[in-house]
């Protein structure tokens, strides 16, 4: 069963310091890797899309990977503003639909 | 530009009551798809439309109905509503299902069934 798992559930930064959300997938073949943004009571909001293992993409404090397993989304220095849930979504080869993980919820403390 | 728009926002429905809720895109987007969103479980495929007059089940369809007799149009049908239904409910659309797949959210509505 295609499957997309992020971690972790949540997680609680200070201003400015740096770290990682993960997103492990096992499908059967992976046409694109998505990330978005979701704010409280809005739609989630378009990020990045990766493609091919090695790819990176950038937008402004953030920085998202592929490698054939899984994807990061590092956020560099983040504000307040940052928070808000990440969702993770994969692209399955031959089927013409996304599969998203659970979402992390990330909180910036000033 | 206004997107993609769900209507209505909010809505309580008794059980075994029906309604549709609406969603619009003026993007001439081919793909339109609904999610619905529960804690912990992340957005899951209701149904989908590769184009006007093609519809497909998703990941659980059950207990609602779709047609796409335009483009722009992508109406969710609730036909005999129960509480498991409630949920956040997310109307989407992009060009087509070829790269980049830039998906395009509505914002949302929040169904509660009693």
């Known amino acids: 069963e295609d499957q997309v798992t992020q971690s972790p559930e949540a997680l609680r930064l200070q201003e400015g310091e740096s770290s990682s959300l993960n997103c492990s997938y096992t499908v059967s073949g992976l046409r694109g890797l998505f990330w978005y943004r979701q704010d409280p009571g809005k739609g989630p909001e378009f990020l990045f899309t990766?493609?091919?293992a090695g790819e990176e993409k950038e937008k402004e404090r953030l920085k998202a990977t592929l490698t054939k397993k899984e994807s990061f989304l590092h956020i560099t220095a983040p504000k307040p503003e940052d928070s808000a849930t990440y969702l993770c979504?994969?692209?399955?080869?031959?089927?013409?639909?996304?599969?998203f993980g659970q979402g992390t919820r990330l909180t910036i403390n000033p | 530009n206004a997107g993609v728009t769900q209507t209505p926002k909010f809505q309580v429905l008794k059980t075994g009551q029906s309604m549709t809720l609406q969603c619009a895109q003026d993007?001439?987007?081919?793909?339109m798809s609904w999610y619905r969103q529960d804690p912990g479980m992340g957005l899951r495929l209701i149904h989908y439309s590769v184009g006007a007059g093609i519809t497909d089940q998703g990941e659980v369809p059950n207990g609602y109905n779709v047609s796409r007799s335009t483009t722009e149009d992508f109406p969710l049908r609730l036909l005999s509503a129960a509480p498991s239904q409630t949920s956040v409910y997310f109307c989407?659309?992009?060009?087509?299902?070829?790269?980049?797949?830039?998906?395009?959210f509505g914002q949302g509505t929040r169904l509660t069934v009693v």
């Open positions: 979504a994969g692209l399955i080869q031959g089927a013409q639909k996304l599969v």
């Open positions: 989407a659309s992009s060009y087509s299902f070829r790269a980049p797949f830039i998906t395009f």
């Open positions: 990766l493609y091919s």
């Open positions: 993007m001439n987007h081919e793909y």
